[in-house]
């Protein structure tokens, strides 16, 4: 059973139209929850860490909350440079990142 | 600063062949991570060092994978015998806390 599950799997946006997308983990004893971008052919590029429930972090157009079961990561009026695969990861026992299998975001002009 | 560095970035390679990646993390970051990338796997966790301590190894997938770290700082992951479904790319990842940043990684294609 997946403990970090994305959604949606592909998302395609016009430049400028807000939306989120969600990160779901079944995991206990959440250490931290990490959002991570990555463009094609590179390693993925940290974003955010949030270790508590309530908690939000912005970065340019970007925003990611926490609750106890999911996160979001919002984004605000995006442009065609937002276009990448967004993943989303969890530490519960050590410290090895658990990731989810990513939503791939497309912002068209 | 520099960030993580890996080499190569692509290695092409025959079945039943040894590889070698190497990974240089940040300067000052203490811990060490090699996590495969697998279309269709996702992103999966490999082997963790920090510091001086035993490394964590329960992600390696068979006994032909291993990796060694020289000095608290260089890192090789050696595949014996290759096969192809080690076809993937392998990225390094280094940290001083539990935010990890990850180098450019090494696209690994077995024939």
């Known amino acids: 059973e997946d403990q970090v599950t994305q959604s949606p799997e592909a998302l395609r946006l016009q430049e400028g139209e807000s939306s989120s997308l969600n990160c779901s983990y079944t995991v206990s004893g959440l250490r931290g929850l990490f959002w991570y971008r990555q463009d094609p052919g590179k390693g993925p590029e940290f974003l955010f860490t949030?270790?508590?429930a309530g908690e939000e972090k912005e970065k340019e157009r970007l925003k990611a909350t926490l609750t106890k079961k999911e996160s979001f990561l919002h984004i605000t009026a995006p442009k065609p440079e937002d276009s990448a695969t967004y993943l989303c990861a969890v530490i519960w026992s050590g410290y090895a990142l658990n990731f989810g299998k990513g939503t791939s975001l497309l912002v068209t002009p | 600063g520099a960030g993580v560095s890996q080499s190569p970035s692509n290695k092409v390679t025959e079945k039943g062949k040894d590889v070698e990646l190497r990974c240089d993390p940040i300067s000052g970051h203490t811990a060490l991570y090699w996590y495969r990338q697998s279309l269709g796997q996702g992103l999966e966790f490999l082997i963790y060092f920090q510091g001086n301590s035993a490394p964590d190894k329960s992600g390696l997938p068979s006994d032909r994978f291993s990796a060694e770290r020289t000095g608290g700082s260089v890192s090789t992951l050696t595949i014996q015998r290759t096969q192809q479904e080690d076809s993937a790319v392998y990225l390094c990842a280094s940290s001083f806390n539990y935010e990890q940043y990850f180098g450019p990684g090494t696209r690994l294609t077995v024939t």
């Open positions: 949030l270790y508590s």
